[in-house]
């Protein structure tokens, strides 16, 4: 399914915005017979910071992949005091999907990593509850269940911890984890912890979203998917998307026709992370096309 | 522009749900030979509340306009304790528009009566600022100017009251109107004040939503449509719809973006008002379709 | 996942225009106090024929299940000449999904149906090439090959067809079933066969849609879900969707977005489907909210 | 209404894709201190064409706004074989708007340039029927009556186009003309035509799609707003949009749901046009963001 593609390197960057970065960047590609492949830039003109994602083609770049960082950073990116990130069209990405009784986020995700759609591999699935450890079984991937009580939170958040960095975990999906992460937790994975919100944020944050949309009597419900902070349901938001209801619509109704918009929405935005395409900064994310 | 229809009559309903009920009320317009044009029904079976809307053909309808909901009353609507309203199709509702600076949903009410697509007549417009007088006087209205301070709103706010008296003013349409109507008002035209409010409620209510969006970086923005209450953007909800955005769109381009929407969320809410397809009921409307 | 609800019996009704149809069936079900839980009706005026879905309460009903089609049939039904179908809420429908070699469609029914989203089972996936037998057998699902050639094509549907009989199957579901199926199967199967097609029909009928899509430079794609019928991508429409693209999305972007929205849209016809809400006639459907 | 914005300068480039576009035209705005407010590009990698728009901040740029034009093309746009247009913020668009019967787009473009929500003038209405004549003088604006039949349709094209001269019409805007223009005018107008078609083509080209949608039954309908060409509705898309109907919507409620989205999917592809953010290539369009 996965269309093959040549390799391609990936810059990422924001710095303070200035007359010539395009200029400086594309001309330091093009020096070394880098083909462009996309670029795109964005400039926060009240914050006065530059973004930028370019990506090129590696087939006849003259810098070695493994050079390429170190020779941007002491040229470009001292220049223009840069944040960026280099990444490669090949890389696969180790995902961890926690869960806790609703499994539909949980397939869709594993459909999407087997049938290769995505270039990524969800290298275990963590349970607060056992229920989806078959689920898990069905796709031959590894479900390790951490029950979690008031008292046994943070001991498990670190077991939890230990767990993925012993996998090399890159990025935690948490799909329908009813459970909110610690502060040390969200620190170590800052920008690597994506959730699924079932709500159109900021509305309707915190527990029962369906319940107070159809008290309120809203006519479209969504779904937000967003990087996590130490603040609940507050992180920069990487997607959102919505569906009409009606008064005919009981609650029953908006979790059936929620149950489709989360999986879409948080498939969106592992997708946009996957394929570095999403830059947070602040509260906002910059997404590109 | 407006399709002739043959006239018909409909009656909206709600009472205490019970068996029966739609029996009783089919039977009684097909014994006076009503053809029945279109019958929708809701029931809240959380409250336990029947809902319906049912139009028929008047045509061959053996009993006489004007004695339909005496009759109806005493039988049905008694049976079953009914509160009913009837209308009739060949009715011209009477607007009066408020307005204060913006004109793009004036403009748009403007075409919708003068090119008749609705079965409707703008008969003033009224404005706390004068700014709106001249789009008035383009297609013939009278303009009103109401300036409000917080000395003399409740002196004109009985002077709007006089004079949509005077004018026989069936329906309310604040079309992006910054004033807030004092209870007096609001109870006077219950059910029949109808707003648009330039977000996704019930997230960003009250001032400056778009920039309040902007700030917390949400990709949708929508706009919302309701009656008025006396709890500020909290009444009954008849509309709403979305649009995308993106990390490109400053606060001018969602005001751009929002306007299309505004007006569009606020022409639907006033359309299904007009066709008589609205039943609020607490914080809720039944909105048939 | 599935709510428990309470049995209830569903008829839907299609029958020549006439006055007091509904007064009839609601009076039928009120005699014998089965309660009303959900009524729609919809008049084709042109056509001048009349269509009715009603759910009722199966719990005070004073009809035995088994005898209400027949008394039905000889009052109501006869008296109005309709052609009527009768459920119960706790059928549960017997499926036979058809694939060829793309997985994505057949991953969603599949985790819709173990997870109990659904009142339905898939019996066997028939696939035309033995690329998806792993996928069924993970869900523990039969999965039946059936090369096709020009040659043995009739001979195929026969033992198809036979295949299907034995195991009871209800509905036929194409999930990116890349066969055109004949007259015979498709006869033996009217109104019991739903595929998905991708693109947004009557644009882009027959092979390869996202090309001819990207070819003619649209900016909206969809999909649509329909009654599968002797003339190929012509059948009665039941669902259809459709997501924004962009200048920037070659065909593989396509083929990308799309896949989202054929399952989504394949997904939400065969629920209103299994939900009953679907009445096809002439080449239109009737569906239900 | 319009937010005053500095003077900028806009480039839209294309020309045959090869290394060093980017960094050559960031390089000549940089070298002459032009500040870059957005930058698009974007690569048809089969046809192997570079598209780009570029809009940067004239204030400190050290080219005089009439030199700039001529200086990049015998530097930049030589080099690379560039096709251009080089625009200023501060232009004011000059707009025929071309009518039959159908007010309701009309209006919209009326009350958008009256409002000063566009930077544009409507210079003159043309109608091939008088009906509309009132509304544009409604917003004092010129009504030129130009009735066709078979035998004059040249010559009134040879009129109108003497018209469109004499009054400097930069564009055409067709806002639901019930006539076909002949290959002269299109030719001598080419991309510089706008057209609204009432359908989501290429489903449902040429008259009445309104009828044909609901003969066939679909569940979505759309519009389409294209650049006229010499083949009927199959020019250059700039905009569609679609909105969901149902069973029930009989054809005046498509016309009642179409007349929305026509308005909405042609002043959307006006101001994508009048921002200078269309080109046109073959048979379809970039759109930068």
Redesign the interface.
């Known amino acids: 399914?996965h269309?093959a593609r040549p390799r391609s390197a990936i810059l990422l960057i924001h710095c303070p915005d200035r007359?010539?970065i395009?200029?400086a960047v594309?001309?330091f590609?093009?020096r070394h017979?880098?083909?462009?492949?996309?670029?795109?830039?964005?400039?926060?003109?009240?914050r006065r910071i530059f973004?930028m994602r370019v990506e090129w083609d590696l087939a006849r770049f003259t810098l070695d992949a493994d050079e390429i960082a170190a020779r941007f950073a002491r040229t470009i990116g001292r220049r223009f005091r840069m944040t960026f990130r280099l990444h490669f069209s090949d890389e696969v990405t180790r995902i961890a999907v926690f869960v806790t009784r609703l499994?539909?986020c949980l397939?869709?995700l594993l459909?999407r990593t087997h049938?290769e759609?995505w270039r990524a591999r969800i290298a275990v699935v963590v349970g607060n509850h056992p229920e989806l450890a078959d689920v898990a079984a069905?796709?031959g991937i590894d479900f390790e269940l951490f029950p979690i009580t008031p008292r046994n939170r943070l001991a498990q958040e670190r077991r939890q911890m230990d767990l993925l960095r012993r996998l090399g975990i890159d990025l935690v999906v948490l799909a329908r984890y009813m459970q909110v992460l610690g502060p040390r937790f969200v620190a170590a994975y800052e920008g690597r912890i994506i959730n699924i919100h079932h709500s159109?944020?900021?509305?309707?944050p915190g527990a029962r979203p369906y319940h107070s949309a159809h008290e309120?009597?809203?006519?479209?419900i969504?779904a937000t998917s967003h990087y996590v902070t130490s603040e609940l349901d507050a992180g920069?938001?990487?997607?959102?998307?919505?569906v009409?209801v009606?008064?005919?619509d009981?609650v029953?109704d908006l979790v059936?026709k929620g149950?489709?918009l989360e999986q879409?929405v948080l498939?969106r935005a592992v997708w946009a992370h996957l394929e570095r395409k999403v830059l947070a900064y602040g509260?906002?994310?910059?997404?590109f096309?």
Do not use: C, W
Not at 200 to 204: Q, S
Not at 216 to 220: A, E, M, S, T, Y
């Open positions: 399914m269309e007359q010539g395009v200029a594309t001309e590609l093009f017979r880098g083909n462009i492949l996309q670029l795109d830039q964005h400039v926060d003109t009240e973004f499994p539909h397939y869709d459909a049938s759609e069905r796709f159109f944020l900021p509305a309707f309120r009597g809203v006519k479209i969504g920069p938001i990487i997607e959102q998307d919505v009409r009606s008064h005919r009981g029953p059936r149950r489709d879409l498939s509260n906002r994310t910059v997404v096309a």
